[in-house]
Nanobody
Framework: QVQLVESGGGLVQPGGSLRLSCAAS????????MSWYRQAPGKQREWVGR???????KYADSVKGRFTISRDNAKNTMYLQMNSLKPEDTGVYYC????????WGQGTQVTVSS
């Protein structure tokens, strides 16, 4: 069955960087677009960005120019490079596949604080 495992989160100071990973299994990863979402404390989950099977990316305005999504189809893994981090980027980050609408992994916590 579909499994998504997010990793790479942590505590970082404002202006710092983190690289998140999403390891996928249970489906033909290379055939599908993949997305990143995040959920800040007390807020609804929000879309961060996505990458097509061919590597075309699209981002939410709040992260455009600071975050970069990439993927390695040979490793069934998607990445989220986050630069110039701000306190408002704090939250749990999730990856998502469109073939499992109700499935969410455990996420990885990102905390941006001095």
């Amino acid at each position: 069955q579909v499994q998504l495992v997010e990793s790479g989160g942590g505590l970082v100071q404002p202006g710092g960087s983190l690289r998140l990973s999403c390891a996928a299994s249970g489906f033909m990863f290379s055939s599908y677009y993949m997305s990143w979402y995040r959920q800040a404390p007390g807020k609804q989950r929000e879309w961060v960005g996505r990458i097509t099977s061919g590597g075309i990316t699209k981002y939410a305005d709040s992260v455009k120019g600071r975050f970069t999504i990439s993927r390695d189809n040979a490793k069934n893994t998607m990445y989220l490079q986050m630069n110039s981090l701000k306190p408002e980027d704090t939250g749990v980050y999730y990856c998502k596949t469109p073939i499992a609408a109700n499935y969410w992994g455990q996420g990885t916590q990102v905390t941006v604080s001095s």
